[in-house]
């Protein structure tokens, strides 16, 4: 009641600031009918005390508030620790989860005559298909921004079976004989079994091991169903591994190796785009194009030192006599 500024307008004022708005408010007031207590009390007041007062009672009400706004705090403070033990504990975890992926990928990289910045370039390359198809009409369903995180962290697996081939055929500098290729062909099917067995081992299914799984198997699939290991073809082929073969095929064809010397960016370009409809999905090759600048700029960023080549050359021939 009080003139320019009522007991209602403070505690809007101290309900709306965050360094007061968890302060009791008890009114005292002469307002004593059920519609004025109400609106107070859904205005946020803790208490409503009318006139004429009892001091004994005023104070017991305001020492009961005090002892409930402490044990208020406590509880704030306590689920405001448990969040950032859980925040740090989910931070844990998903380092922890792309160490292990790292390592994965890197083992089998160091059987190949590959390099290690492979599985970071695919990721990166994977990441910027995704991000450039978010809104597309054929993929906006699946690639959210949740699934794009779990496509980067899961493409480094994408060869992951190649730990279960031969050195012989791994390492092989020239072109395969029929049997060698069908063998080398299996790596696929390796690698999928490997990350599920590493799925059966936690007795839970993971969101990105599942999308490791398809990259694993299909990313050798081609559109018109020529690819392998199953020969599926079209929109049958998932997502992830129909990004990743682009990925893919782009470093394959950019990349020095002991066996090859690298192809320009330009001319890889050309190569991806007469592959469209054929090899690719004509969509993501149209979002590979667009972003081609973008790729060529990871490339660079990424790649492979003469020493890292060297190394390799050396590893080749020892494994190979």
Do not use: C
């Amino acid at each position: 009641m009080m003139p320019g500024l009522s007991g209602y307008d403070v505690i809007q004022v101290l309900k709306r600031d965050p360094t007061t708005k968890d302060i009791p408010v008890i009114f005292l007031t002469a307002m004593s009918s059920m519609e004025d207590e109400k609106l107070g009390l859904e205005m946020g007041a803790a208490d409503y005390v009318t006139k004429p007062i009892s001091l004994p009672i005023v104070l017991a009400r305001v020492k009961t508030q005090l002892e409930n706004k402490a044990a208020a705090d406590f509880i704030r403070n306590q689920n405001a620790y448990l969040e950032a033990e859980v925040a740090k504990r989910t931070l844990e975890l998903s380092a922890i989860q792309d160490v292990t992926v790292l390592a994965m990928a890197s083992l089998a990289e160091t059987r190949d005559s590959d390099t290690g910045n492979h599985i970071r370039r695919t990721q990166h390359y994977v990441k910027l298909l995704a991000e450039k198809l978010q809104t597309h009409p054929r993929f906006s369903h699946f690639l959210s921004e949740q699934t794009i995180k779990m496509l980067f962290k899961s493409a480094p697996l994408h060869d992951i079976g190649k730990v279960g081939i031969p050195d012989r055929i791994l390492l092989k500098p020239g072109k395969f004989t029929p049997e060698e290729f069908e063998i080398m062909k299996t790596h696929t099917t390796l690698g999928r079994d490997a990350i599920q067995h590493a799925e059966d081992q936690l007795s839970i299914q993971v969101g990105f091991l599942s999308l490791a799984k398809e990259i694993a198997l299909y990313h050798q699939e081609k559109w018109d169903g020529s690819g392998y290991p199953t020969g599926i073809r079209g929109d049958d082929i998932p997502i992830s591994a129909r990004l990743m073969a682009v990925a893919d095929v782009y470093d394959a064809l950019i990349s020095r190796r002991v066996y090859k010397e690298a192809m320009s960016h330009e001319k890889a370009v050309s190569i991806i785009r007469e592959g469209s409809g054929s090899h690719f999905d004509a969509d993501i090759v149209d979002a590979f194009l667009a972003v081609q600048d973008a790729f060529q700029a990871v490339a660079a960023h990424f790649a492979d030192s003469d020493a890292d080549m060297a190394k390799k050359a050396r590893e080749l021939e020892a494994l190979t006599g």
